[in-house]
C-alpha cells in the first residue's frame, strides 16, 4: 500500500518492518503481561472480585442500568434532531431576527460544559420523572447545538445549483429549504449524525454525577458493595466499547444504505465531501 | 450578583485549578497522540492495529468511566499519584485517541498529487517530508486539534465530583449556598469557560491565517 507518506517497501525496508512489526508484538505482550502480574500480585484476580459479574441478580442491576442508560440516550437523541433541524435553518434565515437568537443559542450550549448544564438544571428541582430528566434535558439542548452546526454545514454543502435551480423552477424560499437542501443534506449529514450518537451515549454515563439511574450508576452500586473498582470500571467500559462498534457498526451500514455515493476520497480515507463540514468539526 | 462578586475570588480559584488540569492532560495528551499518530500512519501494519486498538478501546469508552478507573481502581494496585494527577492521567489518555485522529485525519487532507510532485522533480525522501509534507500537514492538523482542545477543557469539568476543585466543583458550592442566584452563578462560571474555549479557538483562528495552505 502506498500513501503521501511512504513508498511501496522495497525488500530492504519490508525486513526493517517486518523487525519492527515483531518488535511491537513483544512490547504489546509485554505490557499485557506485565498488566496481568501487576493484577495477581495485587490480588485483583481473585474470583470474589470478580464473582458479582457472574451473579444473576447483579448482571440484572446492571441490565436495568443499561436499559436506563439507551431510553436516556434515545430520548435525547431522538428529541435534539428536531432541535438541531430547527436551529440550523434558523442560523441560516434571512432575517437578523431569527438568526441572532439561533446563533447565540448553539454557541452558548455548546461552549458550556454538558456536565455543568446538567448539575444546573437537576439544582432547579421540582421535576417530574426523577433525576433522568435533568440528564435528558442537559444532553437534549447540548447536543441539538451540536446538531445544528452539522446541519448548517450539511445544507451549505450542498451545490449552489440545487437551490438555484428550484428557484428557477418558482419554488418558494420554505420550499426549496424543505424538498431540495434538507433531504440531500441528511445525507451529507450521516456520518456526523451517527458519531454525535455515540457522543450522547457515552455522555449519559454522566447522570452519574447527579445519581440518575444508567449503567455507570450501576456500577457505583456494586463497587460500593464488593470494593472491586478495577473490576467494575473494565466491565463499564467493556460494555460501552461493545455498545459505541456497534452503534458505528449500524451508522456503517445507514450510510451504505442511504448516503450515496457523494463520498470523495482523499488520501487516505478521510471523507472530505463538506467542504468546512462535519470532518473539520468533529 | 452577590454571589459571583462575593465569591469572585472563589471562581478565579477554581478556573486557576481547570486551566491546570487542562495543561497537564493536555501536554500528556498530545505527546501520547502524537506518538500513536505516528503509529497510526507508520509503513508497518503491526503498529497501524496498535495504535487503533487504543483509538477504539479509549474513543469509546467514557471519560467518566476511565477516571473512576483511575481514581479508584489504580490505588487498588498501588498506583497513586493523588487525585489530581489520577485525573490528569485518565483524561490525558482518553484525549490522546483523540489527537491521534485529528493528527491522522489532517495528514490525510494532504492530496497525494503533493508527494507524487515532489518525487517527480527528483526529491528525495526527507526533503519530500520536510519541505512539501511536513509544513502542510501541521497547518492542517491545526483546526481538528483545536476542537480536540476545546472538548478537553469541557471535559476538565468531569473532575469536580473527584476533590479536585476546578470551576464546576465551584458551581456546585455555589447553587447550593446562594439558591435564589442560580441562573446568574451558572451564566458567570459558564462566561468563564466560554472565554477559555474562544482563547483556544482564537488562537487557532490566527495560526491558521498567517499560515494558510493556499491551493
Given at each position: 500500500m502506498s500513501s503521501v507518506l511512504f513508498d511501496v517497501p522495497g525488500p530492504r525496508a519490508a525486513r526493517r518492518h517486518r523487525i519492527i512489526g515483531i518488535a511491537t508484538v513483544i512490547a504489546v505482550i509485554a505490557i499485557i503481561g506485565a498488566v496481568i502480574w501487576k493484577f495477581q500480585a495485587e490480588g485483583q484476580l481473585t474470583y470474589a472480585k470478580w464473582e458479582p459479574f457472574f451473579t444473576p441478580s447483579l448482571i440484572q442491576l446492571l441490565l436495568k442500568g443499561l436499559a436506563w442508560t439507551i431510553l436516556a440516550g434515545a430520548l435525547a437523541i431522538v428529541f435534539a434532531v428536531p432541535l438541531g433541524m430547527v436551529l440550523g435553518v434558523a442560523k441560516l434565515s434571512d432575517h437578523r431576527i431569527i438568526r441572532w437568537p439561533a446563533w447565540l443559542f448553539v454557541e452558548f450550549f455548546r461552549a458550556v460544559p454538558l456536565l455543568m448544564l446538567i448539575i444546573f438544571i437537576w439544582s432547579m428541582?421540582?421535576?417530574?420523572?426523577?433525576?433522568?430528566?435533568?440528564?435528558?434535558?442537559?444532553?437534549?439542548?447540548?447536543?441539538?447545538?451540536?446538531?445544528?452546526?452539522?446541519?448548517?454545514?450539511?445544507?451549505?454543502?450542498?451545490?449552489?445549483?440545487?437551490?438555484?435551480?428550484?428557484?428557477?423552477?418558482?419554488?418558494?424560499?420554505?420550499?426549496?429549504?424543505?424538498?431540495?437542501?434538507?433531504?440531500?443534506?441528511?445525507?451529507?449529514?450521516?456520518?456526523?449524525?451517527?458519531?454525535?450518537?455515540?457522543?450522547?451515549?457515552?455522555?449519559?454515563?454522566?447522570?452519574?454525577?447527579?445519581?440518575?439511574?444508567?449503567?455507570?450508576?450501576?456500577?457505583?452500586?456494586?463497587?460500593?458493595?464488593?470494593?472491586?473498582?478495577?473490576?467494575?470500571?473494565i466491565v463499564l467500559a467493556v460494555v460501552y466499547i461493545i455498545l459505541n462498534l456497534l452503534l458505528g457498526l449500524l451508522g456503517e451500514w445507514l450510510q451504505r444504505r442511504f448516503g450515496g455515493e457523494s463520498k470523495i476520497q482523499m488520501v487516505g480515507d478521510v471523507v472530505r465531501a463538506q467542504p468546512e463540514g462535519a470532518t473539520a468539526r468533529a | 450578583m452577590d454571589a459571583l462578586t462575593d465569591n469572585f475570588d472563589l471562581i478565579l480559584k477554581g478556573f486557576l485549578e481547570t486551566l491546570k488540569l487542562l495543561l497537564s492532560s493536555g501536554v500528556l495528551a498530545l505527546v501520547l497522540g502524537t506518538l500513536i499518530g505516528v503509529f497510526r500512519l507508520s509503513p508497518v501494519p503491526i503498529l497501524r492495529g496498535t495504535a487503533i486498538a487504543y483509538v477504539t478501546i479509549f474513543r469509546n469508552t467514557p471519560l467518566l468511566v476511565l477516571i473512576l478507573l483511575a481514581i479508584y481502581g489504580l490505588p487498588q494496585l498501588g498506583i497513586?499519584?493523588?487525585?489530581?494527577?489520577?485525573?490528569?492521567?485518565?483524561?490525558?489518555?482518553?484525549?490522546?485517541?483523540?489527537?491521534?485522529?485529528?493528527?491522522?485525519?489532517?495528514?490525510?487532507?494532504?492530496?497525494?498529487?503533493?508527494?507524487?510532485?515532489?518525487?517527480?522533480?527528483?526529491?528525495?525522501?526527507?526533503?519530500?517530508?520536510?519541505?512539501?509534507?511536513?509544513?502542510?500537514?501541521?497547518?492542517?492538523?491545526?483546526?481538528?486539534?483545536?476542537?480536540?482542545?476545546?472538548?478537553?477543557?469541557?471535559?476538565?469539568?468531569?473532575?469536580?465530583?473527584?476533590?479536585?476543585?476546578?470551576?464546576?466543583?465551584?458551581?456546585?458550592?455555589?447553587?447550593?449556598?446562594?439558591?435564589?442566584?442560580?441562573?446568574?452563578?451558572?451564566?458567570?462560571?459558564?462566561?468563564?469557560?466560554?472565554?477559555?474555549?474562544?482563547?483556544?479557538?482564537?488562537?487557532?483562528h490566527l495560526f491558521e491565517r498567517k499560515y494558510a495552505v493556499t491551493r
Open positions: 428541582q421540582g421535576f417530574p420523572l426523577d433525576t433522568i430528566f435533568p440528564l435528558v434535558l442537559g444532553l437534549l439542548l447540548y447536543n441539538g447545538s451540536v446538531l445544528a452546526e452539522v446541519v448548517r454545514a450539511g445544507i451549505n454543502a450542498v451545490p449552489v445549483g440545487q437551490a438555484e435551480a428550484a428557484y428557477a423552477l418558482g419554488l418558494r424560499k420554505h420550499q426549496v429549504m424543505r424538498i431540495i437542501l434538507l433531504p440531500q443534506a441528511i445525507k451529507i449529514m450521516l456520518p456526523s449524525f451517527i458519531s454525535q450518537c455515540i457522543v450522547a451515549l457515552k455522555d449519559t454515563s454522566l447522570g452519574f454525577y447527579i445519581l440518575a439511574p444508567g449503567l455507570t450508576f450501576a456500577g457505583r452500586e456494586i463497587y460500593k458493595t464488593f470494593q472491586n473498582y478495577l473490576q467494575t470500571a | 497513586d499519584f493523588g487525585f489530581f494527577w489520577n485525573i490528569t492521567l485518565a483524561m490525558g489518555v482518553y484525549t490522546a485517541s483523540f489527537v491521534t485522529e485529528a493528527i491522522r485525519s489532517g495528514v490525510n487532507g494532504i492530496p497525494l498529487g503533493q508527494a507524487e510532485a515532489a518525487r517527480s522533480i527528483g526529491m528525495p525522501f526527507g526533503m519530500t517530508m520536510t519541505q512539501v509534507l511536513l509544513p502542510q500537514a501541521f497547518r492542517l492538523v491545526v483546526p481538528p486539534l483545536a476542537s480536540v482542545f476545546i472538548a478537553l477543557t469541557k471535559n476538565t469539568s468531569l473532575a469536580a465530583g473527584f476533590g479536585v476543585a476546578e470551576a464546576t466543583f465551584r458551581l456546585k458550592g455555589l447553587l447550593n449556598d446562594y439558591a435564589t442566584e442560580r441562573i446568574a452563578i451558572f451564566v458567570g462560571i459558564a462566561v468563564g469557560y466560554i472565554i477559555i474555549v474562544e482563547l483556544i479557538s482564537l488562537g487557532a
